[in-house]
């Protein structure tokens, strides 16, 4: 009975190039006076995110006195700068099995690897991804690090093969926490709030080292975290440990962030820190960066109805979580005003973050004639019926966003990259300098990922852009987690 209540829609048909239904065919036909309507509101949107290279040299610019800023004194910019007190990288010398724990959203992953120094580098690497449950992720303190501390327990119990602890040590392992955390020590951070969706009583001021490390205890496992940091510092570590000219790391997921390495005698605010090494890593929170962005009125208006108004506005025109949402504001503007789509405006095209970014990087890869590809998303997404002109009007907005996302992102890279040049010539365009990349976002939007790239070649000109490295590294958070509980180990090393 529920297939005659609801009929499949007319639409699927777009699906399937030789079968196109005569409703189909004539919307494909005609010419409509809607797309024509809805162009202003395009060139407008154009013409609003455009980021020429001035504009960009003012965005990186800016950057760098952010950071500058930001590094001078505690709430001294949109930047907070903050100290991941890990001081050493990975060389590559590392030897011994080292675990990962990686906490940041919805999974926790569990990872041990066997290192073998110079030579043998990574012996073997297992892991194992676990969902936490939707109730412990606003359940109490206890019941959350009891859950991941049982499984890790589960994860260490199935040792064996090629990994081995030497008699008489204690495991360790690396703590990925991506949520807010004042640090206080590379094996301590007291966390400031939950966020993506944690709301777990007991945990918000406390050490999460401790809290890990009871539970731990509660389970009889005999571990020890030597190293707590961010996914961004993680991913510099595991990209370093294969090429030591890694000095920043990017992440473009959900979110964005990054970090690199800075001088110890750059930092005015770090009061008493001593680093053995000169250097430090710096996580930049750099998605608060707002001085000069090109903000539309879609931007201002997701801002205002965001949890979060006013902050991250660098997150919210750059980061996955947001590209899709800014699209389908335009495209509600369209409909409403344009009528794009016709005279029905489905509620699905209404609701906040219909259109996720993974949509809008779809239609972009349509190459189809009649952009096919680009109508069923479209359809399946919000709901709407698209002709080929109003499916070019939506792949026209989302390259513009995607376009000014990327640039905007490829304008803080170089910032960064000219912060560190300002403060010691040579540093980064003498010679090769590698820039680390990861995040779904990165990987899986290649227009993005190319306009990141231009806008930074575009920026630093031939000749220096020669010696940047722009390089992908999956997945190198893990790693390099446990690689900087080796780092940090209490043994000897
Ligand atoms: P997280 O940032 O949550 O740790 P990821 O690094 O895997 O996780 O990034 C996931 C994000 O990447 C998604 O929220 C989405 O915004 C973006 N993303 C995933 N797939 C695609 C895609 N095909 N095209 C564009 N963006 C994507
Ligand atoms: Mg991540």
Redesign the pocket.
């Known amino acids: 009975m529920s297939t005659v209540l609801n009929p499949p829609p007319t639409v699927r048909s777009f699906r399937s190039p030789t079968s196109r239904s005569p409703r189909v065919s004539m919307l494909l036909r005609s010419t409509t006076l809607s797309t024509a309507a809805a162009l202003p509101i395009l060139t407008k949107l154009q013409h609003d995110c455009a980021t020429p290279l001035p504009l960009l040299r003012n965005i990186a610019d800016n950057m760098a006195a952010d950071m500058r800023a930001g590094l001078a004194v505690d709430g001294g910019s949109d930047l907070k700068m903050i100290l991941s007190y890990v001081d050493c990288l990975p060389t590559g010398h590392e030897r011994g099995l080292f675990y990962a724990l990686d906490l940041?959203?919805t999974n926790f992953r569990v990872l041990r690897t066997q290192l073998g120094g110079r030579d043998e580098r990574v012996i073997d690497t297992e892991f194992e991804q676990v969902s936490i449950p939707q109730d412990l992720m606003s359940g109490t303190s206890d019941e959350l690090f009891d859950f991941i501390a049982s499984a890790l327990a589960k994860f260490v119990k199935k040792e064996g093969g090629k990994f081995v602890l030497p008699n008489g040590r204690s495991r360790e392992t690396g703590f990925t926490f991506s949520f807010p955390v004042k640090q206080t020590s590379i094996d301590s951070g007291i966390l400031i709030k939950w966020t993506k969706g944690f709301s777990v009583s007991g945990t918000p001021g406390k050490d999460i080292v401790a809290c890990l490390n009871e539970a731990m205890g509660r389970q009889g496992l005999d571990m020890r975290v030597s190293a707590l940091v961010n996914d961004t510092v993680a991913t510099l570590a595991g990209a370093r440990y294969w090429d030591d000219d890694v000095m920043v790391a990017v992440?473009l997921?959900?979110?964005t962030n990054a970090c690199y390495v800075e001088s110890v005698e750059a930092i005015p605010k770090l009061q008493g820190h001593k680093s053995t090494y000169g250097k430090t890593i710096i996580n930049t929170e750099w998605g608060a960066f707002s001085n000069g962005l090109p903000l539309t009125e879609y931007d201002k208006a997701m801002d205002a109805e965001s949890i979060n108004p006013g902050e991250q506005l660098y997150e919210k025109t750059i980061s996955?979580?947001y590209l899709g949402e800014i699209v389908r504001r335009v495209l509600v503007r369209m409909a409403e005003t344009g009528s794009l789509f016709g005279k029905h405006i489905p509620e699905k095209l209404q609701t906040p973050f219909a259109l996720?970014?993974?949509n809008i990087?779809?239609m972009q890869q349509d190459t189809s004639e009649d952009l096919e590809a680009v109508g069923s998303i479209l359809y399946e997404a919000t709901g709407v019926d698209s002709n080929l002109d109003a499916r070019k009007m939506v792949v026209e907005v989302c390259d513009t966003i995607a376009k000014r996302g990327g640039r905007l992102a490829g304008a803080g890279i170089v910032g960064i990259l000219q912060k560190m040049e300002e403060d010691s010539k040579g540093v980064v365009f003498g010679k090769r300098m590698v820039v680390a990349m990861?995040?779904?976002?990165y990987e899986?939007?290649p227009q993005y990922k190319r306009y990141l790239k231009n806008a930074v070649a575009e920026l630093l000109g031939p000749e220096l852009s020669s010696h940047v490295v722009i390089e992908h590294s999956k997945d190198g958070s893990g790693i390099g987690a446990a690689l900087l509980a080796a780092t940090n180990s209490i043994y000897e090393h």
């Open positions: 940041g959203g992440i997921g959900t979110g996955g979580m996720g970014t993974p990087s779809s990861d995040g779904g976002l899986h939007y």
